[in-house]
């Protein structure tokens, strides 16, 4: 065993960890598993490490054996929208973990403090994770690590890990969220902002399966069909959504996304207000989500000012900008960058079901559904895909600290 540790060839992973089961719809899950997936597609020996509290779980060889990585499962990868290059290592969590409130029955600190040092160690070449805990436990360990953090947060960062060599770099989505990294003790050169970006999938054009999802959602052919796709929540501009559609009577609109109980939620809303226009279909796989992005008249992004506003990436965005489909926008802090582009057909503020009204009304007149989408919005967002991210983001690495290349990107 001495041996094979002593050899560098056999620390070759590179493992990205997340500390939630998968598969699960929320966006920041959506965000780790694509960025894994994206430097699997780059050549490196990617796997995707997360607990795994099913009945595999409780098996015993699978604990003593815990760390393995396997090709990706199907129902991952429909999820997801993930390639075929992947691998995945679900940690068994078996009861009592995560069922008591404790330090030492959750599935984060056994996942830091037994698997990692204990079966992971030994064959990996760098960590990156959104989870500041396994981040800590990898540099301790001696390993190289990649951290990134979205959200803004006042708690400080230990000083030893920050200014420890083995912390490559901090990655994060914004400016706003960068600067407060630096002000909790992060070093300014240490931390780089560098958006989301968007599954290669996103841009292969499915005409058949487009015209099934207008077929399927609107009542006639004359009529116009408009889709939102994301969160379902007050501030990502749901309620205003509802607003606009009960002005505009005669275009369907659709919701993609949302948790049952918030699907339920704005369904009762709807029945309440009396809007008949507008439908919410609840979670959507990645693997049909591009088509009905691709179905629509016009996206819309119609997200409300408020603190979400300043650091709110355009991870969904990305993917409107991959379909071609004509996009309208609320002006909102973390977009700034993007109005000088053509590749939003219109930008109003936020907060306004009038204004977002006008600017819908006037794109479904001055934009005509392309079946091949539009060019402008498709070359604009080719800069933003995970792998180019993702190459970036190891540009940071020392050389002598990146995992080997097993094979190169097609």
Same mark, same amino acid.
């Given at each position: 065993?001495?041996?094979?540790?002593?050899?560098?060839?056999?620390?070759?992973?590179?493992?990205?960890?997340?500390?939630?089961?998968?598969?699960?719809?929320?966006?920041?899950?959506?965000?780790?598993?694509?960025?894994?997936?994206?430097?699997?597609?780059?050549?490196?020996?990617?796997?995707?490490?997360?607990?795994?509290?099913?009945?595999?779980?409780?098996?015993?060889?699978?604990?003593?054996?815990?760390?393995?990585?396997?090709?990706?499962?199907?129902?991952?990868?429909?999820?997801?929208?993930?390639?075929?290059?992947?691998?995945?290592?679900?940690?068994?969590?078996?009861?009592?973990?995560?069922?008591?409130?404790?330090?030492?029955?959750?599935?984060?600190?056994?996942?830091?403090?037994?698997?990692?040092?204990?079966?992971?160690?030994?064959?990996?070449?760098?960590?990156?994770?959104?989870?500041?805990?396994?981040?800590?436990?990898?540099?301790?360990?001696?390993?190289?690590?990649?951290?990134?953090?979205?959200?803004?947060?006042?708690?400080?960062?230990?000083?030893?890990?920050?200014?420890?060599?083995?912390?490559?770099?901090?990655?994060?989505?914004?400016?706003?969220?960068?600067?407060?990294?630096?002000?909790?003790?992060?070093?300014?050169?240490?931390?780089?902002?560098?958006?989301?970006?968007?599954?290669?999938?996103?841009?292969?054009?499915?005409?058949?399966?487009?015209?099934?999802?207008?077929?399927?959602?609107?009542?006639?052919?004359?009529?116009?069909?408009?889709?939102?796709?994301?969160?379902?929540?007050?501030?990502?501009?749901?309620?205003?959504?509802?607003?606009?559609?009960?002005?505009?009577?005669?275009?369907?609109?659709?919701?993609?996304?949302?948790?049952?109980?918030?699907?339920?939620?704005?369904?009762?809303?709807?029945?309440? +207000? !009396?809007?008949?226009?507008?439908?919410?279909?609840?979670? #959507? /796989?990645?693997?049909?989500?591009? *088509? @009905? %992005?691709?179905?629509?008249?016009?996206?819309?992004?119609?997200?409300?000012?408020?603190?979400?506003?300043?650091?709110?990436?355009?991870?969904?965005?990305?993917?409107?900008?991959?379909?071609?489909?004509?996009?309208?926008?609320?002006?909102?802090?973390?977009?700034?960058?993007?109005?000088?582009?053509?590749?939003?057909?219109?930008?109003?503020?936020?907060?306004?079901?009038?204004?977002?009204?006008?600017?819908?009304?006037?794109?479904?007149?001055?934009?005509?559904?392309?079946?091949?989408?539009?060019?402008?919005?498709?070359?604009?967002? +080719? !800069?933003?895909?995970?792998?180019?991210?993702?190459?970036? #983001? /190891?540009?940071?690495?020392?050389? *002598? @600290? %990146?995992?080997?290349?097993?094979?190169?990107?097609?």
């Amino acid at each position: 065993m001495f041996k094979i540790l002593k050899n560098p060839n056999f620390k070759k992973h590179y493992i990205f960890f997340i500390g939630e089961e998968l598969p699960q719809p929320e966006a920041h899950l959506v965000q780790s598993t694509n960025a894994a997936n994206a430097a699997a597609n780059l050549g490196y020996s990617t796997v995707l490490v997360y607990p795994d509290k099913g009945s595999k779980a409780i098996n015993l060889l699978n604990l003593a054996r815990s760390f393995q990585p396997r090709q990706t499962p199907t129902e991952l990868i429909k999820y997801y929208n993930l390639h075929d290059k992947l691998k995945v290592a679900p940690l068994p969590m078996p009861w009592p973990i995560d069922h008591f409130r404790s330090k030492f029955t959750d599935s984060n600190t056994i996942a830091s403090k037994y698997y990692l040092p204990f079966h992971i160690l030994p064959t990996t070449k760098l960590v990156h994770s959104r989870n500041w805990n396994f981040v800590k436990a990898a540099i301790k360990n001696g390993v190289p690590a990649i951290y990134e953090h979205h959200h803004h947060e006042d708690k400080p960062f230990e000083p030893e890990i920050v200014t420890n060599p083995l912390l490559q770099i901090a990655v994060t989505v914004v400016d706003t969220i960068r600067e407060s990294m630096i002000k909790n003790g992060m070093p300014p050169e240490k931390v780089i902002k560098l958006h989301n970006g968007f599954n290669r999938l996103f841009m292969e054009r499915q005409p058949e399966k487009a015209a099934e999802w207008r077929q399927k959602l609107l009542q006639n052919d004359s009529q116009k069909l408009v889709v939102y796709a994301g969160a379902l929540q007050q501030f990502k501009g749901i309620d205003v959504l509802i607003d606009v559609a009960k002005e505009m009577p005669n275009v369907q609109f659709a919701c993609a996304g949302g948790k049952p109980t918030e699907v339920e939620y704005y369904q009762q809303l709807v029945k309440e +207000k !009396q809007v008949n226009n507008i439908k919410f279909l609840g979670y #959507i /796989l990645h693997n049909e989500l591009a *088509s @009905l %992005l691709q179905a629509a008249d016009v996206l819309a992004h119609p997200h409300c000012s408020g603190k979400a506003a300043s650091f709110t990436s355009p991870l969904k965005l990305f993917d409107y900008f991959a379909s071609g489909t004509p996009i309208v926008s609320t002006e909102i802090p973390s977009l700034v960058e993007f109005q000088d582009t053509q590749a939003i057909a219109a930008w109003c503020e936020a907060d306004n079901p009038s204004k977002f009204t006008e600017s819908l009304k006037r794109v479904l007149e001055t934009h005509p559904r392309k079946i091949e989408g539009y060019p402008d919005s498709i070359e604009f967002v +080719k !800069q933003f895909s995970w792998e180019n991210r993702a190459a970036k #983001i /190891l540009s940071y690495v020392d050389k *002598s @600290l %990146l995992p080997h290349l097993s094979h190169k990107e097609e």
